[in-house]
Each structure stands twice: as structure tokens, then as C-alpha cells.
């Protein structure tokens, strides 16, 4: 089924990074992947998937010796779509480290040593190579919460702030629960935001596809499109398809006020000395390179 001689490369899709983008761009270039020797296994959004770990992933509730009982669906999964003679495995997923939710309560990610560790048994040897992107933390708790607010109601997000404010872990711990999860022997750290073909890049350095297609950017959030969708959802009132999206365009076109970055001044503060002081700890840590300076990903928020 596979060989020692194909690599294992794994992305990390954490969120607000660019996963979506870089799952659909592997869904529309899937056939030449494919054709050069890589198997793909990716949840597909907005597309045929590769492979999707749709499995209840274990959380920080579960002990070691109750993760047998997640490995068996996702080796099911990685049997299913891995062929022999391959090149290699690319595995894109997006909630690798865990659940969106754990952020709204100042909890950072708390199960990605036992998710990753899972990984790492359904896929019966070490990561070649482990890609992730990283997002500032204040940029990142504020995604998480938009994220929600565009589906349900939600409470302010100033009402969440002290919490994320004050959470629990952050990038060093994550980054090193993957790495030693996976057993992963090269890790990649992006410190920005990068596009589909240059993310496949550093996952694939490899692989040279002509003519790829990107998939269009997903629209963008605006406070006033949130307003407008909280009170849509407030109403009672549901979204037919394709509104949401038509919603979103339209209040991007239109001006905005300055956004508020929801965090009181000191807290801020507080959130991006940590971002600037984790990554410059990260690139200490072993078999971990980080790409991108400080300023820059600090700046491109």
C-alpha cells in the first residue's frame, strides 16, 4: 500500500488561514495531482473531497488509552483513497488541531497533541514534512468569532474578548503537540497568510503543476455585514442560497468605519508582544523553520 520511500505531507489547516482557499484549490487541481503521483486526502469544500475525517475527533476530555477507538475511522479513510506506487500522500485538515469553539472560550486549541497523535497511528509513520500558518492572535479571535456570527446568534464580541484575552496555550504549545504528535520530521511555520500555489509550494516543493487554477477569494467580512446578519438572524428569518455570499459583496463595496479591534488597549497589546515574542520562540524550537518576518505578518492584518 505505501512505501517508506513516499513522503507524508501534511498541512494543518488551522482557522482564518486560508484553509478553505487552499482545499478548494486542491479540489480544482486534483486530477493533475494526482496525475503526478500524489494521493490527496483534504475535506473537499466546495468540491469533491480527496478524503474527508468526518470521524468525531478526540478532545481534551479524552484520556491516552481512549484514542484507539479514533484511529480506526481514520485509517479507514487514508485506506480508502491511498494507492500503491504513489509518490506520496498530501493531507490537508482543517480541524487538525481542533475545534473553532474552544476558541471563544479562551482555550487554545487544548487536544491537538491527542488529534495529532491519532493522525500519526491511522497513518502508521512519521511526517515528512508539516506545514502550518499561524495568524496573530487578536486577528485570529476575532475571525473565530465572525466565523459564528455569520451562521448564528452571537453575543458581542466584546463580550467574548476577556475571555480569549486571557486564554490558555497559544502557538509554541500547538506547534509543538503537532510536531511531536505527527512525529513529524520537518515543520514549516508560516508567520503569513499565503496564497494556494504558494502554500503547495512549501508543502510539495517538488511538485510542479502547470496551469493551475486558484478558486475566486472568498468574500469578505465587513462589520456592517455581520450587523446586517445578526439581525436577519434575530428576526427568526434564514438565508435561501447564495445570499449570504451576495450580502457579504455588496457590504464590501460599500465604505466602512475603522474597525474596532474589540480588545481593550492593553489587552492588544498584550496579544501582539505575545504573537511577536511566540514566533521568535519558535524558531528555536528544533526541526521547526518559520517563514515570513514579525513585522510583515503583524502588519498584513
Known sequence: MRTESSQIL?????????AEDFQRFLGLNRAAIQAEGFDLAYPGRGGASGGSFDCAWPDARHR???LDA?????AATLGAIRHAGTCGLILSEHDLAGRMATLLQGRFYPAARKRAEVMSR???RPVDRLVITLRPYDRLFRS???RYALEREMAPFVEHAPAMAAFAGGWIEVVEALRDGLRAREVIVLSERTGPRELLSFLA????????EVPPPAPVVTDSAIAMIQRH???GARFAPGQRDRLLAFHARQPQVERDPGFAGLQLADLRGRYIADLDALARLDGVMVVGGVLPAI???
Open 10 to 18: 501534511v498541512h494543518a489547516g488551522l482557522h482564518a488561514s486560508g
Open 64 to 66: 491516552r488509552d481512549d
Open 70 to 74: 479514533f484511529v480506526a475511522p481514520v
Open 122 to 124: 491511522a497513518l502508521g
Open 144 to 146: 473565530a468569532w465572525e
Open 205 to 212: 516543493p517538488g511538485l510542479h503543476l502547470a496551469g493551475t
Open 233 to 235: 438572524l434575530r428576526q
Open 299 to 301: 502588519a498584513a492584518e
